[in-house]
């Protein structure tokens, strides 16, 4: 943790220092090299000191989660109670202290890492313990100053304050779960721990004897017994879920007022003629509604009204009329709501938890905390993974390997084991074949999580000895085309010297250490097959790699990347022949090493953070200077807290780069996007997506500067790690193959460049549709190239195409139908001219007199000015008074909207906020013209 009795200013380092010291204490620990402090028990029960930090392995010991689910629930347990430690430190109580908790995967094994709170090893647990509970529920105690500090957490964090009963029936106040407690330190600091309950439990995971979920949940074939009971909900998704109910409180209220004020059309109330209220006072918690657009006029009054009278009630000076107060409290209990007089939900983390009991006067409480799980069970699958295939289908997030779908998926609240729920839905979507893509990174996710979860127990067996053997052995039979590869065992007398040497130090719970050998291709996918349906609820089409390859389109080399990052092998660059069918395709030579895959709390700079989104905002407003000044300060603040490299700080660089390089500084811009991609390429990979986005951002800067060969070179290479990464059929990959189809126009190309331009014409039509903008676009560019070559037969084919989707998108009378139907009129001449001299040659054989044929290449500005629209920068020409106009007009619609507080984003032209890793500037990549009216002004 950031508070590990240092000064403030070093968090980040105190705590990278602090999973650094962890990492190599997991590891000495796994591979048998530290003494454990219990040694006479058995290896699975041992617990570990080393450098003053405290470790435990993943499994159930004592039979603690013996209700829970075992050891399943062991191993998930310190995950969730690393979200937990991680949702603490973010609300960052003053007082409140969490410990230092790192996870570590490493060979198999989970190891937890914890910081020692001070003094606990010479005192009893059950001395220590203050507050919760150590034994889930019998015995619970509770502490005023602990109740205090929780109780400030409990509004940011939606957790209910409430009572249970102990074993001897009395009534102990809790403002957590049960099993959080309170231990206060030889530092006299108060620290919490076991936070694994810290979020709701998932209804659709935990079947509940006599309890039925909403009609959503049970046509999706829910609740479905999980492996454990330590399902819970996501944060993003319970804030997702109380937004959903604020604006259905809203909604309701203001339809309760519109009825009341149609009903009797007399005297308005007080209120209606009292003062607005000042934006100040808009209630803090709840986020602004976001009207819709269908609802405009009448009832957004009606909202805003329901806002006022929201707050004059919460006040409660006595103002609002008695009617108006039963309006407010009918839609506090529609919505479940925990106060009658404000919009207020809460969870209570107990609810359904086993051992636990409520008093007799909560019931009606308890009986209101089931039913509001039961909807956040259903919002998840009737509002949140709905809405994920829409963004999906609309592009509006492109996902391109299985780390940033998660990511995305995560964003929203689902959890990854509703992946299969989520390639369900898009099996089932209209949009069938726009998410294509996401199908087949689905599809690859759940195959290698599946095998993920079995390699894990197949590496549990192994010796030390017997490691690279036994991986490459698996990556052959998950992989490889060879039908039945065998696998090295390590010559006896290295393993037998060994085992005797380090009796003490076999790997926890391995028993035979050579089962692993006797693994095949066949039983493989069999047990893949059935993990991806046990766990995911997705029935996989396919016996073998060969045939998982075939049915999904998938690639083995996109395979191999997914799982070696999942599981932290590495192996030798090469080219492997995995359709070999006489050879395996890894030897043990080829696996280099297995590295720890660890999950910890990153800190976050929230002063630079709050910089950085200040600049954004400036920028999307079209200040671009002061933008940038902002920018540089967030610049300067991450790296003072963060050190030279981190995701923050490319974010930012990038971000710079694109400002002077639509100001115009090319060389500033260029220098500032090259950091950019180092930075990526070191602390996200050579080839993540966001590098490769990088490399695109790179691309353009340089074709500016003139430097063609470089630029060209730099898109070759995001070319080809997006093969590595997903393959050829991704919407991205329109993107990539217009640049390079545009650089190598205007190095007159010709030919080459059509291939990439009439590649990029297919992918934009199969995921965009026939009649999409972009894929307007992409014909007259193709146009262009088909003008230089001379051939003006299909120019004219392919600009008619993209004229009839602007007339038909846009109208007769917009620019871009213009433009097009000018190029049309040009391209008509060129063509007559051509066939003018070829009749003349026909009439005179050879003494013809010809004026030679002029092949024009384009000029450097008119592919730039190309470039810059497909990657969705746009340069409006404005004069001096215009650009003032504009900036006081959007000044003016800055204060309105702060007044109101609703704050509809902006669709802004340039795509400026760090996108999620491989979101591409989908909606700017349209020609200017195709947002109108352009709500930002970029050049004077």
Known sequence: TPRLSHPPTSGPQVHSDFTAAATRGAMAVIDGNVMAINPSEDTKMQMFIWNNIFFSLGFDVRDHYKDFGGDVAAYVAPTNDLNGVRTYNAVDVEGLYTLG??????????????????????????????????????????????????????????????????????EVELCSSVECKGIIGNDGR????????????????????????????????FPRAHRHKLCCLRQELVDAFVEHRYLLFMKLAALQLMQQKASKMEIPPSLENGDPPSSESKPKDPPAPEVGSEEEGSSASGLAKVKELAETIASDDGTADPRSREVIRNACKAVGSISSTAFDVRFNPDIFSPGVRFPESCQEEVRNQKQLLKDAAAFLLSCQIPGLVKDFADHAVLPMDGATLAEVMRQRGINMRYLGKVLDLVLRSPARDQLDHIYKI????????????????????????????????????????????????????????????????????????????????????????????????????????????????????????????KTGIQILLKEYSFDSRHKPAFTEEDVLNIFPVVKHVNPKASDAFHFFQSGQAKVQQGFLKEGCELINEALNLFNNVY??????????????????????????????????????????GIEHP?????????????????????????????????????????????????????????????????????????????YHGPKSLKVALSHHLVARVYESKAEFRSALQHEKEGYTIYKTQLGE??????????YLK?????????????????????????PPLKFTAPSMASVLEQLNVINGILFIPLSQKDLENLKAEVARRHQLQEASGNRDKAEEPMATEPEP???????????????????????G
């Open 101 to 170: 908790t790192v996870v570590v995967d490493y060979r198999g094994y989970r190891v937890t890492a914890q910081s020692i709170i001070p003094g606990i090893l010479e005192r009893d647990q059950e001395q220590s313990v203050v507050y919760g509970s150590i034994d889930f529920g019998k015995t619970v105690v509770s502490h005023p100053r602990y109740l205090e500090l929780l109780e400030r957490t409990s509004r940011p964090l939606k957790i209910l304050r409430h009572r249970v009963l102990n074993d001897r029936d009395e």
């Open 190 to 221: 108060h620290y919490i721990l076991d936070l694994l309950r810290t979020f709701p439990p998932d209804l659709n995971f935990l079947p509940v004897p006599g309890e039925v979920l909403p009609e959503e949940c049970t046509r999706a074939g």
């Open 442 to 565: 689905g599809i690859g996710e759940l195959i290698t999580r599946s095998a993920k979860h079995i390699f894990k127990t197949y590496l549990q067996g192994v010796e030390l000895s017997g490691l690279s053997a036994a991986i490459s052995h698996f990556l052959n039979c998950f992989l490889s085309s060879y039908p039945n590869p065998v696998a090295h065992l390590p010559a006896d007398e290295l393993v037998s010297k060994k085992r005797n040497r380090r009796r003490r130090n076999r790997p926890p719970g391995a028993a035979d250490n050579t089962a692993w050998a006797v693994m095949t291709p066949q039983e493989l996918w069999k047990n893949i097959c059935q993990e991806a349906k046990n766990y995911f609820d997705f029935s996989l089409e396919c016996e073998t790699v060969d045939q998982a390859v075939e049915t999904y389109g998938l690639q083995k080399i996109t395979l191999l990347r997914e799982i070696s990052l």
């Open 643 to 684: 050190g030279a490299m981190h995701v923050e700080i490319c974010a930012c660089l990038r971000l710079l780069a694109r400002l002077h390089y639509i100001m115009g500084d090319y060389a500033e811009a260029l220098s500032n996007q090259q950091k950019a991609v180092l930075m990526s390429e070191r602390v996200m």
């Open 690 to 766: 966001n590098t490769i986005q990088e490399y695109m951002h790179l691309a353009l800067y340089c074709f500016a500067s003139s430097q063609l060969s470089t630029a060209l070179s730099l898109l070759y290479r995001a070319r080809y790690l997006t093969l590595l990464v997903f393959g050829e059929d991704h919407p991205e990959m329109a993107l990539l193959d217009n640049n390079i189809g545009l650089v190598l126009h205007g190095v007159m190309e010709c030919d080459l460049s059509l291939r990439f331009l009439e590649n990029a014409l297919a992918v934009s039509t199969k």
């Open 813 to 822: 009378d917009h620019e871009k139908t213009k433009e097009s139907s000018e």
């Open 826 to 850: 040009c391209l008509t001449q060129q063509a007559v001219a051509l066939q003018r001299t070829m009749n003349e040659i026909y009439r005179n054989g050879s003494s013809a007199n010809i």
């Open 917 to 939: 890793a491989g979101a591409s500037e989908d909606a700017a990549s349209q020609p200017a013209a195709a947002k109108d009216p352009p709500s930002l002004s970029l050049q």
